[in-house]
């Protein structure tokens, strides 16, 4: 009698058990990453290993958080994204504060997208372009000066041309451009018939002129300021 009472009462532990084993498959390879790469602590004969304690899903990521034993060292953990992001083929963010918090994008980035996309913003805004958690911007009111550099054919003057239409289209009646182009002019010459264009300057003799007139115009603005009291092109 004892035995046939036993035999539920296993299978119904057994159900219990194995229904709260409901752990991704992304946390099974990071804990094969884990033991793989010993990321864990002695503890005598047994190795310790960071436990998860949540796991968060949304449409564009998953989140792991982790439980981390005392005494593993953060310089174990810094080369996990680079070995998560090969294993798993995707995007993986790896940051370590209290607790280790394991990010794994669900889309790849955009190879292309398109100029059409870009939503409207209120303000002195540009698009700087698009990853994996939305749209970014660069807030001309926040940070009032920019700098772009990079390689050649990496794509500086793309952007700089993308950034004018944003203003263009959006500022129609309050953007001025002073544009420098020693490229000859072949760059941005097509631009010179626009309102919003006040001068191109395609050789250094030009330049020299521009900045002058930027100099002139600079000097005329912060002498309005003084006698209006701004301290900055945001008080106006």
């Given at each position: 009698m004892w035995e046939l009472m036993a035999i539920p009462v296993l299978t119904s532990a057994a159900a219990l058990w194995f229904g709260r084993n409901t752990s991704s498959e992304e946390?099974?390879?990071?804990?094969?990453?884990?033991?793989?790469?010993?990321?864990?602590?002695?503890?005598?004969?047994?190795?310790?290993?960071?436990?998860?304690?949540?796991?968060?899903?949304s449409t564009k990521q998953i989140k792991l958080i982790y439980r981390t034993p005392l005494a593993l060292e953060e310089k174990t953990l810094r080369t996990l994204q680079?070995?998560?992001?090969?294993?798993?083929?995707?995007?993986?963010?790896v940051s370590f504060k209290k607790w280790l918090i394991?990010?794994?994008?669900?889309?790849?980035?955009?190879?292309?997208?398109?100029y059409q996309e870009v939503p409207y913003r209120k303000g002195?805004?540009?698009?700087?372009?698009?990853?994996?958690?939305?749209?970014?911007?660069?807030?001309?009111?926040?940070?009032?000066?920019?700098?772009?550099?990079?390689?050649?054919?990496?794509?500086?003057?793309?952007?700089?041309?993308?950034?004018?239409?944003?203003?263009?289209?959006?500022?129609?009646?309050?953007?001025?451009?002073?544009?420098?182009?020693?490229?000859?002019?072949?760059?941005f010459d097509r631009y010179k018939n626009l309102q919003q264009v006040k001068r191109i300057a395609s050789n250094p003799i030009e330049a020299l002129y521009a900045l002058k007139q930027v100099q002139k115009d600079m000097k005329e603005r912060m002498d309005r300021f003084k006698r209006e009291g701004w301290s900055n092109i945001v008080d106006t």
């Open positions: 946390h099974r390879v990071i804990q094969q990453t884990f033991e793989h790469y010993h990321i864990h602590v002695k503890d005598g004969k047994n190795n310790r290993y960071p436990q998860l304690v949540r796991e968060c899903k680079q070995i998560l992001s090969v294993t798993l083929d995707q995007e993986v963010n394991i990010e794994i994008a669900k889309h790849k980035m955009p190879s292309y997208v398109s002195w805004m540009v698009p700087l372009g698009k990853n994996r958690q939305g749209w970014h911007f660069h807030h001309f009111d926040h940070t009032p000066h920019t700098t772009i550099s990079g390689t050649t054919r990496f794509g500086k003057t793309v952007m700089m041309k993308v950034m004018m239409t944003y203003l263009i289209e959006h500022h129609p009646q309050d953007a001025q451009f002073m544009i420098i182009d020693l490229k000859g002019g072949l760059e």
